[in-house]
Nanobody, 124 residues
């Protein structure tokens, strides 16, 4: 089993930045693909970004490309999401996810492990 714990959420104004962290524990592996998803009230969970185990391949959704950066520190078993130029439409609960396969995918159902989420609210 893998446990994921997100942190770093909060209330910010439009244009501000936040950095989310996801600490992994348990039967973790540096080869796991890691991702961030988000879910706004009344909406389905959507893909934000994913990164391979080595960090050499990264994939972003069009809605965050150029503003968000995903990274990982395998020595610390931690994945980060740096969010810049935040917009009110970025308001959501943000979830960290992991899958044991190396292929980058954006489908919720293809991830094996999930954190409890951290809330991000962006005011206009």
């Amino acid at each position: 089993q893998v446990q994921l714990v997100e942190s770093g959420g909060g209330l910010v104004q439009a244009g501000d930045s936040l950095r989310l962290s996801c600490a992994a524990s348990g039967r973790t592996s540096s080869s796991y693909t890691m991702a961030w998803f988000r879910q706004a009230p009344g909406k389905e969970r959507e893909f934000v970004a994913a990164i391979t185990g080595s960090g050499d391949v990264i994939y972003y959704s069009d809605s965050v490309k150029g503003r968000f950066t995903i990274s990982r520190d395998n020595a610390k078993n931690t994945v980060y999401l740096q969010m810049n130029s935040l917009k009110p439409e970025d308001t959501a609960d943000y979830y960290c996810a992991a899958r044991s396969h190396t292929t980058l995918v954006s489908s919720v159902g293809l991830y094996d492990y999930w954190g409890q989420g951290t809330q991000v609210t962006v005011s206009s």
